[in-house]
């Protein structure tokens, strides 16, 4: 199974790009929640790294391999709790996701019905069974900041202190959360945003 991706983006279209990785040329298929935010991930050389889901599509006798690439573990992990909805596989997921998780989670633990039809392909049933399934276990996923750099608009607060805020909420207790912000911090000098920060604090606390 492909779980990550490094290579050169060497084409690109309104729903995947193309990487090419040691000569190989692979089709990833990227949400439009996680291409809006692509570029601000590109190296000056194109390069990149995505975390891939991958799965086999059936067709008539055959099995495709399809690969779906997200920017970082979290929006990999939503879009696999995203999937366990009834009748909501990897390419309605793909196609519904086009607006920020952090906000789809948010409608779906205040039962927004309204917002949750707003997404592609998504319906009223469709909507009340999202919100039958997932209200109130995902909650760790409205806390992230997954905004465009390009729309903060207030660049001078203290990352450490706003990820200090959301690690609080998410019930750490203040004095465990502070060990894993200066980690990340000491490990990671150059991270810019609260998002970046959240997610390395994650990773971390993945690899554990």
Known sequence: MISRISGKV???GNNYVVVEN??????VLIPANVMQRLDESLGSDSGITLRTFH???NEQAKSIPVLIGFLN???KDFFEVFITVSGIGPRAALKALNKPISEIARAID???LVFLKSLP???EQRAKEIVAKLQNKIGKFGLVQDRSKKQV???SKDIAEEALAVLIQLEYKRAEA???INKALEAHPDLETTEELLNMVYKQKRVK
């Open 10 to 12: 060497i084409e690109r």
């Open 22 to 27: 040691g000569g190989i040329s692979y089709q």
């Open 55 to 57: 799965y086999l599509q």
């Open 73 to 75: 573990d979290i929006e």
């Open 110 to 112: 205040e039962g927004d």
């Open 121 to 123: 392909g998504i319906g």
């Open 153 to 155: 608009t207030n660049k």
């Open 178 to 180: 502070l060990v894993m």
